[in-house]
């Protein structure tokens, strides 16, 4: 999910540009979600639309990315599919909150997880580029995942990694290696400072894209 005011999202990421991108509230694996990086040979930040789902650069078929949404941050230097963009195309994907679902039997509940200010926060990613046979270039992102925090606790055993603001320019410099003080980055976040509330079922389909789909039934 990622709402609120584009000017101010690009002065949180620091970027030169903000996207004039559409408030979205239901992010489907396989869309565009926001993506903040250094391009190459470019020392200024940029916030750019990639597909979700990453796609390595050694794939057949672009399919694969709806297998890799996420991924593990406890495997991702050893993984072949996300081994080359953890150590040079490390990203943060700006939002304003994100889903989980409760499983109970056939019955999926929502929660939807936020900052307790309501504001823009930062997921730790990693982006790859890809060329199909006609040399058309397809750029993806994932999303890596962590241990759960207390506020996930008993909902999920993963979490997506938040990164604080102090973190950004270690996570994003391209000339960093991987090294154990960039891997540091990649905990659960500080639950104290985030709220879990259940929302509509109206999340559950790809169809529903408003506000409604993040309203609160109950705060947890």
Not at 7 to 22: G, Y
Not at 162 to 177: N, Q
Request: proline residues 8%.
């Amino acid at each position: 999910m990622l709402a609120g005011d584009h000017e101010k999202i690009a002065e949180h990421f620091e970027v030169a540009i903000s996207l004039d991108f559409k408030p979205r509230y239901n992010i489907a694996p396989g869309q565009e979600i926001a993506v903040v990086r250094y391009p190459a040979a470019s020392a200024v930040r940029e916030i750019v639309m990639l597909r979700w789902g990453l796609v390595p650069s050694w794939a057949k078929d672009p399919s694969i990315g709806f297998k890799m949404i996420n991924a593990r941050a406890e495997t991702i230097s050893v993984k072949p599919a996300f081994r080359e963009a953890i150590r040079r195309r490390r990203c943060l994907i700006p939002t304003t909150g994100f889903y989980e679902w409760r499983r109970e039997g056939r019955t999926r509940t929502p929660f939807c997880f936020v900052m307790l200010d309501g504001g823009v926060f930062a997921l730790a990613g990693i982006w790859e580029r890809w060329l199909d046979p006609a040399g058309q270039v397809l750029e993806t992102a994932s999303i890596l995942t962590t241990a759960p925090n207390a506020v996930m606790e008993g909902l999920h055993d993963r979490m997506p990694v938040i990164l604080p603001p102090s973190s950004y320019d270690l996570w994003l410099d391209p000339a960093a290696p991987f090294s154990p003080v960039v891997s540091a980055l990649l905990q659960p976040f500080d639950a104290s400072q985030m709220q879990r509330r259940q929302v509509s079922s109206r999340v559950n389909f790809v169809k529903y894209d408003d506000p409604a789909c993040a309203e609160s039934i109950i705060s947890v």
